[in-house]
């Protein structure tokens, strides 16, 4: 059985940080591109970013560039964004995925597993 379990949501003000991780049990997390995807109330889920299997490449949506650092550790089968500089619009519900593509461009696209999501809440 397929988990994805993601922690380290939270409540906190703009300028702030937080780390998000995501633990994976049940496939092989070395051979899946791996991604954090977010979805505000009201608004359509969005990817933030994503990091090719090897972690050797990894991409952002601009929004963020600059202040999320997206990272895997393979022997742990852990997913990480770190996220600094916080603002009220990166509240949302953050959504850890495995998927099945990975493109520098573009990312990964969509997930073919996916977590329950972890609430981040950014005040001003």
């Known amino acids: 059985q397929v988990q994805l379990v993601e922690s380290g949501g939270g409540l906190v003000q703009a300028g702030g940080s937080l780390r998000l991780s995501c633990i994976v049990s049940?496939?092989?997390?070395?051979?899946?591109?791996m991604g954090w995807f977010r979805q505000a109330p009201g608004k359509e889920r969005e990817e933030v970013s994503s990091?090719?299997?090897?972690?050797?490449?990894?991409s952002y949506v601009d929004s963020v560039k600059g202040r999320f650092t997206i990272s895997r550790d393979n022997a742990k089968n852990t997913l990480y964004l770190q996220m600094n500089s916080l603002k009220p619009e990166d509240t949302a519900v953050y959504y850890c995925?495995?998927?099945?593509?990975?493109?520098?461009?573009?990312?990964?696209?969509?997930?073919?597993?996916w977590g329950q999501g972890s609430q981040v809440n950014v005040s001003s």
């Open positions: 990091i090719h299997s090897s972690g050797s490449m990894t």
């Open positions: 049940g496939l092989g997390f070395h051979a899946y591109p």
């Open positions: 995925a495995a998927g099945t593509y990975y493109n520098a461009r573009t990312g990964m696209g969509d997930g073919k597993y």
